[in-house]
T-cell receptor, first 114, second 110 residues
Framework: DTEVTQTPKHLVMGMTNKKSLKCEQH?????MYWYKQKAKKPPELMFV???????INESVPSRFSPECPNSSLLNLHLHALQPEDSALYLCASSQVETATEKLFFGSGTQLSVL | KQEVTQIPAALSVPEGENLVLNCSFTDSAIYNLQWFRQDPGKGLTSLLLIQSSQREQTSGRLNASLDKSSGRSTLYIAASQPGDSATYLCAVCDGNKLVFGAGTILRVKS
């Protein structure tokens, strides 16, 4: 199984809502990532988890709150988002956290904030 | 700060043509370079990974080369097909994280 599964595929939320994005992998990878991608732009790294601990936080606003319950799961909790946060949110995993091995990406969650 | 540039930004070719996508990076101290494919609104699929000590990697109709000293990589696609239409992104690994280029949007016309 070389798949990273993300749910939901699409999400529309208001600025006062609280929602969560979920990501799961069963490849035994020890590193998991959240990226944000605006239309026609490259993905931007948000967070890296290594062995279930946050190892990189790219100065992301606190309205984005990651959680890694175990080595197979990665959540991104969303609260009080702004319309400019609308984007494709991508989860990825790899064997190690330094991205020196291949990254496997999920198909993403297309988020719209109204 | 590492910067990755991809040229051209967009490319349209007839089916069957061989084509080359270019990627350049400013800091040659990289661990590896990866080429990804992305379909509209979807995630990224890893195509090829070239370690810094390697010169090229091949997978089917795809061949990627790396010239670390000059900060350049190319992705060669042979006998292009309409199904190859997608955005192709290159990314360099600095030993800590990936830095992506903006991508080349490829359209192969049947």
């Amino acid at each position: 199984d070389t798949e990273v599964t993300q749910t939901p595929k699409h999400l529309v939320m208001g600025m006062t809502n609280k929602k969560s994005l979920k990501c799961e992998q069963h490849m035994g990878h020890r590193a998991m990532y959240w990226y944000k991608q605006k239309a026609k732009k490259p993905p931007e790294l948000m967070f890296v988890y290594s062995y279930e601990k946050l190892s990189i936080n790219e100065s992301v606003p606190s309205r984005f709150s990651p959680e890694c319950p175990n080595s197979s799961l990665l959540n991104l909790h969303l609260h009080a988002l702004q319309p400019e946060d609308s984007a494709l949110y991508l989860c990825a995993s790899s064997q190690v956290e330094t991205a020196t091995e291949k990254l496997f990406f999920g198909s993403g969650t297309q988020l719209s904030v109204l | 700060k590492q910067e990755v540039t991809q040229i051209p930004a967009a490319l349209s070719v007839p089916e069957g043509e061989n084509l080359v996508l270019n990627c350049s990076f400013t800091d040659s101290a990289i661990y590896n370079l990866q080429w990804f494919r992305q379909d509209p609104g979807k995630g990224l699929t890893s195509l090829l990974l070239i370690q810094s000590s390697q010169r090229e990697q091949t997978s089917g109709r795809l061949n990627a080369s790396l010239d670390k000293s000059s900060g350049r990589s190319t992705l060669y696609i042979a006998a292009s097909q309409p199904g190859d239409s997608a955005t192709y992104l290159c990314a360099v690994c600095d030993g800590n994280k990936l830095v992506f280029g903006a991508g080349t949007i490829l359209r192969v016309k049947s």
